[in-house]
T-cell receptor, first 110, second 115 residues
Framework: EDQVTQSPEALRLQEGESSSLNCSYT??????LFWYRQDPGKGPEFLFT???AGEEKEKERLKATLTKKESFLHITAPKPEDSATYLC???????????FGTGTRLTVIP | GAVVSQHPSWVICKSGTSVKIECRSL??????MFWYRQFPKQSLMLMAT?????????EQGVEKDKFLINHASLTLSTLTVTSAHPEDSSFYIC???????????FGPGTRLTVT
């Protein structure tokens, strides 16, 4: 059964304290691992798509990496404006839709 | 960047009435659009997949006669909640997949409250 699990459920960081969010996936034939950011009361905002193990993508303070079983979203020197829920999703082979994890709620304290 | 809009952003309706929510891809074409529902502090739950020019595919447990989906063009899909009840109150989010890049972009969501 296709499944996506994110950890931790919630994370509180001091401003400048780097950390990583984890996304473990078990899908048949991964055709894309997606990261989104969601602010309260808003739709998810696209961040990255990763397609193959070893691939990395960066955007400002965020870097996403992918292995055969999991993906990490590294946050370097976070700022309070990085506070949001980060969602991970996987698209299995032959599937039209994405399977979402339950998200990691990140709070960055000034 | 790719933009998906939803209208309205919020709506309050009385029990028994119907509500239509529009989802538009503004700067790209989408043969496939998705409708999700999200409860507070929970992740997105896929309701249905909408394909341009054909019938939508509903997920298990989603009533197709209650949640009517129309995808009449490459940039517009609509979700109509018929005979709404208070338990239909939720945050509805649409998503559109770019036919060229295959990336999936989300709308800002519609907050539905049924009184």
């Amino acid at each position: 059964e296709d499944q996506v699990t994110q950890s931790p459920e919630a994370l509180r960081l001091q401003e400048g304290e780097s950390s990583s969010l984890n996304c473990s996936y078990t899908v048949s034939g991964l055709r894309g691992l997606f990261w989104y950011r969601q602010d309260p009361g808003k739709g998810p905002e696209f961040l990255f798509t990763l397609y193959s193990a070893g691939e990395e993508k960066e955007k400002e303070r965020l870097k996403a990496t992918l292995t055969k079983k999991e993906s990490f979203l590294h946050i370097t020197a976070p700022k309070p404006e990085d506070s949001a829920t980060y969602l991970c999703a996987a698209r299995p082979e032959g599937a039209n839709n994405l399977f979402f994890g339950t998200g990691t709620r990140l709070t960055v304290i000034p | 960047g790719a933009v998906v809009s939803q209208h309205p952003s919020w709506v309050i309706c009385k029990s028994g009435t119907s509500v239509k929510i529009e989802c538009r891809s503004l700067d790209f074409q989408a043969t496939t659009m998705f409708w999700y529902r999200q409860f507070p502090k929970q992740s997105l739950m896929l309701m249905a997949t909408s394909n341009e020019g054909s019938k939508a595919t509903y997920e298990q447990g989603v009533e197709k006669d209650k949640f009517l989906i129309n995808h009449a063009s490459l940039t517009l899909s609509t979700l109509t909640v018929t005979s709404a009840h208070p338990e239909d109150s939720s945050f509805y989010i649409c998503s559109a997949r770019d036919v060229i890049s295959y990336e999936q972009y989300f709308g800002p969501g519609t907050r539905l409250t049924v009184t």
